[in-house]
């Protein structure tokens, strides 16, 4: 079984392109340092629900929309190892400052995974 990083982001819309650019360096170096799949995925058939939702998970603005993200590993060892060496990446210093980020990283979640059914 693989280990899987989940993250939810809410992006304005204008931002897109930029988190675009942004991700898309960044799964570079994610594959580079051992990653197996890096995933970026934009929201376009989630609805805000009634008791709780993407959008409601990250307090979507109008003006926004969620971005849904994941990043595969061969194991939770695995990962540990590769986040240290992605975090420690000079390339990704300016990723690093919430002031530089197209989004509000303070609504941003994420978290590990272990899968139960991979077919």
């Known amino acids: 079984?693989?280990?899987?990083?989940?993250?939810?982001?809410?992006?304005?819309?204008?931002?897109?392109?930029?988190?675009?650019?942004?991700?898309?360096?960044?799964?570079?170096?994610?594959?580079?340092?051992?990653?197996?799949?890096?995933?970026?995925?934009?929201?376009?058939?989630?609805?805000?629900?009634k008791v709780t939702s993407f959008p409601q998970a990250v307090k979507l603005k109008p003006d926004e929309v969620v971005v849904f993200s994941w990043i595969v590993y061969k194991s939770r060892r695995d990962r540990d190892r590769i986040m240290k060496k992605v975090m420690s990446d000079p390339r990704l210093a300016d990723m690093m400052d919430p002031k530089k980020l197209p989004f509000d990283g303070k609504r941003m979640f994420w978290g590990g995974f272990k899968p139960i059914v991979e077919l």
């Open 1 to 49: 079984m693989s280990y899987v990083d989940g993250i939810v982001v809410p992006v304005p819309k204008a931002n897109l392109a930029v988190y675009r650019s942004m991700v898309r360096k960044a799964g570079k170096i994610w594959r580079e340092h051992g990653a197996l799949q890096y995933t970026e995925c934009v929201a376009d058939d989630v609805k805000p629900g």
